[in-house]
């Protein structure tokens, strides 16, 4: 079985606090959400890992799991991922540089910047852009993008582009440099620090794959609170510090690279930049109907504001991004003569590499996989819907009467489960049974 | 099993709706994408120009295992000249219609290019009446 062929799905709903209220269920975007017993559950098949569920939670039921901290210390060299979105979480009497060194300070012993990456791409010379089979191409690198094209809109897949993230370059490039200077490759543990549910669960993803780029992931939201701490620990005693670290190179095109037209920015030709779920949606469907006009690439973002807006970063969006705005301008324009020459010498296998795995369809809009017997459900589907009062209330744990229909027509639901219909015609229910079928709910 | 929707004329806002509301049925279904985009991208052209062009009109849907039927019906004017409604390019298409983005002349031919089988009955001051029919692939 090809490992990209399931999702790891990070969102996990606290069944403690979860009151079944149904908040969640009626803005999931791709109907993923049902309640069952009175509690929320996720269907993997359709879960994108958005996280609007988790922002849209009045009592904070849905979490995101997390792996240990502690985990990079079975490593030696403990290398640190971390997006420019980082340094946005703070305010800006916490410099760049203090919040570097607070990472050397929790254990890290060499830290990058995610978007590095871009700069690496620019020094070998590379196109961004023509890594797909089709026009207009797809960006890849919001994972809750891709995930929606595999479940909805699997015609689009030859658009995305097959190049790897930057974060995933600058992890190939520092493997290799760290492996040059002697480190065991066995040795080296690399870490990325994820803003959203979504990179989550890409990590524990592709973590579950042998020779995996990366070994871990850090929540950005819990990361930030022990830098915080840790920043306000230093400066206190800050002639104790022995060391400084520098602020890892990244030039500054690329440390804006996350925000909003960030990747498409440099591009020479037709590109544009959606951010928002919805508006995400809404555009896909022009493309799949071959309406799109003359656009030749797209920057895809799930959230709203782009990353800023991912669900763990804890920093108000709009603030988050003016601060990687002016932080971006102190970073260098171009990139030093010996450091070119340097990623110039990992250029074969950085090329290499440089194309990650085509992504699988994830169909979970059918009925059946057989046309035939597809169609059969949908005609009971159609008569389902008929009977249910259509006024979509979400008591039954179903999005919708739509949805409701879907599920009696699969057998995985029952029409009893409608207490509108209880209400109002508790006498038809047996013999609405008998046409449909009682089914005991499986979950 | 049959789908039924009425189009009206002129109402560009929701010029669109019906072929969408098709594409998820289809999806569905688990017809081949390629089916699908093909469907869609004829059924388009004709629920627009039932908009643009028409004084309003329905469409229905046929759907079998192997096979879509799609009857685009209008209630008139009608066009006079089939053979130059069909050239790529030729448009009627008044400046409101133009306005709103339409008008390039390239929806019937693209309804020709493709459909499996293409019926159109039509004449001055009478309906349109359309017929498509998509063969479809086995084994989406
Ligand atoms: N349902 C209809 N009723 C009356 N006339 C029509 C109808 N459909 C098409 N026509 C006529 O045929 C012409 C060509 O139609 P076609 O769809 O190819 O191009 P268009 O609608 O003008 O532009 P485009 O489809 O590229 O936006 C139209 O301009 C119009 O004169
Ligand atoms: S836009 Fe960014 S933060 Fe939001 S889901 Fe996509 S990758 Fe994650
Ligand atoms: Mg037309």
Same mark, same amino acid.
């Given at each position: 079985m090809d490992s990209r062929s399931f999702f790891h799905h990070a969102l996990t709903v606290d069944r403690e606090k979860c009151r079944g209220c149904t908040h969640c269920m009626k803005k999931c975007p791709t109907q993923a959400i049902r309640i069952i017993n009175g509690k929320a559950h996720v269907d993997p098949k359709r879960c994108i890992d958005c996280g609007v569920c988790m922002d849209v939670c009045p009592h904070k039921a849905i979490g995101i799991e997390q792996e240990r901290f502690n985990q990079i210390f079975t490593y030696p060299r403990r290398v640190a991922i971390i997006p420019s979105l980082l340094i946005g979480q703070f305010e800006e009497e916490y410099s760049e540089e203090q919040i570097i060194n607070a990472l050397y300070d929790l254990g890290f012993t060499d830290v990058y910047y995610g978007e590095f990456g871009a700069d690496i791409l620019r020094v070998l010379g590379k196109s961004t852009s023509g890594y797909a089979d089709e026009t207009p191409v797809i960006s890849s690198y919001c994972p809750a993008v891709i995930r929606l094209i595999q479940l909805s809109y699997p015609s689009l897949l030859p658009n995305v582009n097959l190049l790897r993230t930057p974060a995933q370059i600058t992890a190939l490039y520092v493997r290799e440099k760290l492996e040059r200077e002697g480190v065991d490759s066995e040795d080296i543990g690399?870490?990325?620090?994820? +803003?959203?549910?979504?990179?989550?669960?890409?990590?524990?993803?592709?973590?579950?794959?042998?020779?995996?780029? #990366?070994? @871990? +992931?850090?929540?950005?939201?819990?990361?930030?609170?022990?830098?915080?701490?840790? $920043?306000?620990? *230093?400066?206190?005693?800050?002639?104790?510090?022995?060391?400084?670290?520098? $602020?890892?190179?990244?030039?500054?095109?690329?440390?804006?690279?996350?925000?909003?037209? @960030?990747?498409?920015?440099?591009?020479?030709? !037709?590109?544009?930049?959606?951010?928002?779920?919805?508006?995400?949606?809404?555009?896909?469907?022009?493309?799949?109907?071959?309406? *799109?006009?003359?656009?030749?690439?797209?920057?895809? !973002?799930? =959230?709203?504001?782009?990353?800023?807006?991912?669900?763990?970063?804890?920093?108000?969006?709009?603030?988050?991004?003016?601060?990687?705005?002016?932080?971006?301008?102190?970073?260098?324009?171009?990139?030093?003569?010996?450091?070119?020459?340097? #990623?110039?010498?990992?250029?074969?296998?950085?090329?290499?590499?440089?194309?990650?795995? !085509?992504?699988?369809?994830? *169909?979970?809009?059918?009925?059946?996989?057989?046309?035939?017997?597809?169609?059969?459900?949908?005609?009971?589907?159609?008569?389902?819907?008929?009977?249910?009062?259509?006024?979509?209330? +979400?008591?039954? +744990?179903?999005?919708? =009467? !739509?949805?409701?229909?879907?599920?009696? /027509?699969? @057998?995985? /639901?029952?029409?009893?489960? =409608?207490?509108?219909?209880?209400?109002?015609?508790?006498?038809?229910?047996?013999?609405?049974?008998?046409?449909? @079928?009682?089914?005991i709910q499986k979950r | 099993m049959h789908l039924n929707y009425s189009v009206k004329a002129r109402d560009f806002t929701s010029a669109g709706s019906v072929s969408s509301a098709i594409k998820k049925v289809l999806k569905q279904l688990n017809i081949p994408p390629a089916d699908i985009k093909r469907i869609i991208v004829a059924l388009y052209e004709a629920e627009v120009n039932i908009v643009a062009h028409s004084y309003g009109g329905t469409i229905e849907c046929e759907l079998s295992h192997d096979r879509i039927e799609l009857t685009i019906s209008d209630e008139g004017p009608g066009i006079s000249d089939l053979t130059m409604a069909m050239t790529e390019g030729y448009s009627t298409a008044t400046e409101e219609v133009r306005e709103m983005g339409f008008g390039a002349g390239m929806g019937l031919s693209n309804i020709k290019k493709n459909s499996d089988v293409l019926a159109i009955d039509t004449a001055a001051d009478s309906p349109t009446i359309i017929h498509m029919t998509f063969n479809l692939k086995q084994g989406g």
């Open positions: 690399i870490f990325y620090v994820s +803003g959203c549910a979504a990179k989550v669960g890409q990590i524990l993803t592709w973590k579950s794959k042998k020779n995996s780029l #990366i070994q @871990g +992931g850090l929540n950005l939201d819990t990361l930030c609170n022990i830098l915080l701490e840790s $920043v306000k620990k *230093h400066s206190v005693n800050d002639k104790e510090r022995r060391t400084y670290h520098p $602020v890892p190179f990244i030039t500054e095109q690329s440390f804006l690279w996350s925000l909003v037209g @960030g990747e498409s920015r440099e591009m020479s030709h !037709r590109t544009l930049a959606i951010d928002e779920i919805h508006n995400v949606t809404e555009f896909l469907e022009l493309v799949e109907d071959d309406r *799109h006009e003359e656009i030749d690439f797209l920057e895809l !973002r799930s =959230c709203d504001t782009g990353c800023t807006g991912g669900i763990l970063a804890p920093r108000n969006r709009f603030l988050a991004t003016q601060r990687i705005r002016y932080q971006a301008t102190k970073h260098p324009s171009s990139i030093p003569r010996e450091l070119s020459d340097e #990623i110039l010498s990992f250029k074969d296998t950085l090329i290499r590499e440089i194309k990650g795995e !085509r992504f699988p369809q994830h *169909h979970a809009l059918q009925l059946d996989t057989d046309p035939q017997r597809a169609l059969v459900k949908l005609e009971k589907v159609n008569e389902i819907e008929k009977i249910l009062p259509g006024i979509d209330c +979400g008591l039954c +744990g179903y999005p919708s =009467c !739509r949805t409701l229909s879907e599920e009696i /027509a699969q @057998g995985n /639901a029952s029409i009893r489960s =409608c207490c509108v219909l209880k209400m109002k015609h508790p006498k038809q229910f047996s013999r609405l049974e008998k046409i449909w @079928g009682d089914v | -």
